[in-house]
């Protein structure tokens, strides 16, 4: 017997041992790694931000009573635009979503190309409209300048992110609920107070804290059109930019600070959205030529206004000397060129790819750590992971130039694509972290009983199963670098400069023509990506669509 | 009276030669079964949660047996299933696969195999995929050839082998497809196959590394009535075609009584009775086995006989 245990123990050592504490440690270390880069590039530089105001700082900012001006506009301006932009998102989500309106698609694609163009480009498309010699300035004195203009640019760059929210919230709601309702003779208005406001409570505070960030951060849309009324991160912006005060700069930051990181726990404490976790029925639309009548004027004006500002970027770039001499030209191309034009956008779209490959990757990773390697870890990783969602884009530029000034990635394409993996992380961070969240838990566990590494399982399975959800998120890393003027503009120097952050240059020297061509080439480039990024989620359906089409032309020539 | 005699005569003859069929059944039951499956004192301590999910289990499994491990949610069924085919690691206790201790041994060495409830196949994976994958990733085996330094030589009969090993591959697959009735969803995705079908296809991708014990978790859970009947069926076919050991768990005491040749009942992580169904049912060791199981059962019974009465007017 003795013998016998002898030679199986001698074959056992021949054989590779399990070793279950190594590869439960080995995801703590990458954890760990993976936790203190985002720690060093998030965390850090606003502790430095905050080291940085002093004394000095607090009688720069609260004397004179500029600061609470600003900051009163900032609140009044951002109230009124959130209140519209969220009713105005909602109107719009429930005529493409609850009505049988046609040309859904077309509507949804020209509601959201707002998002493809920088802030301060919706405030010069104002004024290409409406300003001074506006196309539809008929007085010859204008009103845009101040409140109104900042209202209504800000409402323009942020509906369409409520909308998109709604649209997704809407898509998940139960119809039954109302069919219930309509046999019971409860009125539409009484419907919508009892069923659908409380359905979509937690989402409303959502988004409305959401796009409330968005336009109290947001410096394009005052800087362009706000005039003599400055918002808080115009304030930011001359402190920290025109005068290179960095402390009263950050101590103004630390008030931007405050909503968002309001948002981002009630964001956090909300996680139970709308979205119910069963939908017994979907929406199907009935016909009511009222409603959808109500539905094409929403949809209809909402398009037209949004056209009309990219039609005034094309007005003002392919004429000669927009209003009085409306002859084609591609002259202010050439300026803008002869104006390092093509380096800058050179270096925008290397930034915007470098950024969008890293980042999908790092926030690949991290997702992948919190949610699917479950370690003691996950929780803090997580924790860290989404704390950049709560940092305005001008605040964490002014920390990234406050802690790396002296060091040597200042002025390279490297400090911008960091700052800009940090600043979008957290949406593409949370989009994969659902996806792998949701695929199934015994994956791994089926692959190590099938003797297949962890790598191969990740590489041949985890990430063609989340395929889709990778590409959005190259995306959206790619799109928001492109048009992105907050915080990169601390960090940019002649050599690094970005595209969008040439619309500035020129609105300061009031070359609109020369704006509206960097605005244009802008859109350009995020239209031709987003059609790539189309081509590759939809290739099955699109080879589909190109057979089926000639094997139509090869019927018909038989015929 | 002699036709009576007779009658008698032939009585005796027949209830001798029945006496001697059971007392020949009696000599094969009682023949020792080897023991596949030995677990020592297992014991699984979460820490993190500070619960013992496991206490102090010992039990065997014989070759070609079908265990089932039934018990209500969160007894620690499952738990026991992982320990045994490695994935998770045992606070203490052995497990001994054939005479040997396998405690420690990694998952792919263990010859064992696992159906989870939620099939948990590759979505992006074709059905054919599927259960050719684990046999692709495998490093092909070497062809004679003649001895050569040519890197481009080389690199030909690398991939000369690749292909080979990749033709190998699919036929196997598709004959264990044939065998579970799915050569016709090859080039399917799951998705686009019911429950029942999918559930087939994770039993064939786990054959198709021939192991000798299968653990089934939960696998019928998510599936209908009827769907459960025949893959029960199919599940009991796979054990006597590819001669495996099964052991399988469940919450579901009708399942577990009509596949199963021994049962183990489990209370809160520890073993509550172990034996053959009719063992079970006709003596239940303690009050948790008796209503647990017998009641439950019982009770089903009885309300399917109220059923019958009723569709046939008696009630």
Partial sequence: ?559 | MEKKTKVTNEIKKVKKSKENETTEIKVVEEKPKDVKLLIENLTKNFVESNGLAVDNVSFSVFDGEFLSILGPSGCGKTTILRMLIGLIEPTSGKIYKNGKDITSLRISQRGMGIVFQNYALFENMTVLGNVEYALKIKKPKKTEREKTYNPIKLIKFMLEDRKKHNENTREQAMTLLKKMHLEQFADKKPVDLSGGQQQRVAIARTLALHPDIILFDEPMSALDVATRLELCAEIKRVQKEFKTTIIYITHDQEEAFTISDRIMVMSVAKIAQIGTPEEILSHPENDYVKSFVCDNLTNKINTLKNFVEIANGKK
């Fill in chain 1, 1 to 559: 017997m003795e013998k016998n245990n002898e030679s199986s123990n001698e074959k056992l050592s021949v054989e590779r041992k399990i070793r279950f504490p190594k590869t439960k440690t080995r995801g703590i270390y990458f954890e760990i790694f993976l936790g203190a880069v985002l720690l060093t590039f998030v965390v850090i530089p606003l502790i430095t931000l905050l080291c940085k105001i002093d004394g000095e700082s607090f009688k720069t900012v609260f004397t004179g009573g500029m600061f609470a001006k600003a900051l009163g506009n900032s609140v009044l301006t951002t109230l009124i635009s959130t209140i519209i932009s969220v009713t105005l998102a909602y109107g719009l989500a429930w005529a493409i979503s609850r009505t049988n309106i046609k040309f859904k698609a077309l509507f949804s694609i020209l509601l959201v190309l707002p998002m493809l163009i920088p802030s301060i480009s919706h405030g010069m498309g104002l004024i290409i409209l409406f300003g001074n010699n506006g196309l539809f300035t008929f007085t010859g004195t204008s009103h845009l300048y101040g409140y109104i203009g900042i209202i209504l640019g800000s409402i323009l760059y942020s509906f369409p992110v409520a909308f998109l929210m709604f649209v997704d919230i809407l898509k998940y709601e139960d119809s039954t609920t109302y069919d219930a309702a309509d046999v019971l003779g409860i009125s539409k208005p009484r419907q919508f107070m009892c069923i659908t406001l409380p359905y979509m409570r937690k989402a409303l505070i959502s988004i409305f804290f959401t796009v409330f960030t968005l336009i109290i951060t947001d410096y394009g849309v005052p800087l362009a059109v706000g005039g003599k009324v400055k918002t808080l991160p115009v304030l930011l912006y001359e402190n920290a930019v025109g005068q290179l005060d960095y402390s009263a700069g950050a101590l103004i930051g630390i008030f931007l600070l405050v909503p968002a990181v309001v948002a981002f726990l009630i964001d956090l404490f909300n996680k139970d959205r709308a979205k119910s976790t069963f939908t017994t029925r979907e929406f199907k639309p009935k016909k009511n030529k009222s409603k959808e009548a109500g539905a094409y004027i929403i949809c209809l004006l909402t398009s037209a206004f949004v056209l009309l500002v990219i039609i005034s970027f094309c007005l003002q770039a392919f004429s000669t000397s927009y209003p009085t001499n409306m002859a084609f030209t591609l002259e202010h191309f050439k300026n803008t060129f002869h104006k390092n034009g093509l380096t800058y956008l050179y270096n925008s779209v290397i930034m915007s790819l470098f950024t969008a490959f890293i980042g999908m990757v790092v926030s690949f990773a991290t997702a992948y750590c919190t949610a699917r390697l479950k370690t003691k870890m996950s929780k803090i990783l997580h924790i860290i992971s989404i704390i950049s969602l709560s940092i305005p884009g001008l605040v964490l530029g002014l920390s990234y130039i406050i802690m790396f000034k002296s060091s040597a990635l200042y002025g390279t394409l490297v400090i911008l694509i960091l700052v800009n993996v940090v600043h979008f992380f957290a949406s593409p961070y949370q989009m994969l972290y659902n996806a792998l969240f949701k695929m199934n838990e015994n994956l791994e566990s089926v692959g190590k009983v099938l003797g297949v590494c962890r790598f191969r399982v990740i590489t041949d399975c985890i990430i063609p199963g989340c395929k889709d959800t990778l590409i959005e998120a190259f995306s959206y890393f790619f799109v928001n670098s492109m048009i992105t003027i907050s915080a990169v503009s601390f960090l940019a120097t002649r050599n690094n400069k970005p595209l969008s952050l040439m619309i500035n240059q020129f609105e300061a020297f009031n070359m609109l023509e020369c704006a509206a061509v960097v605005a244009i080439l802008i859109l350009a480039v995020n239209i031709l990506m987003k059609f790539i990024f189309y081509s590759i989620r939809n290739k099955d359906k699109i080879i589909y669509f190109v057979k089926s089409r000639g094997k139509k032309n090869v019927n018909k020539k038989t015929v």
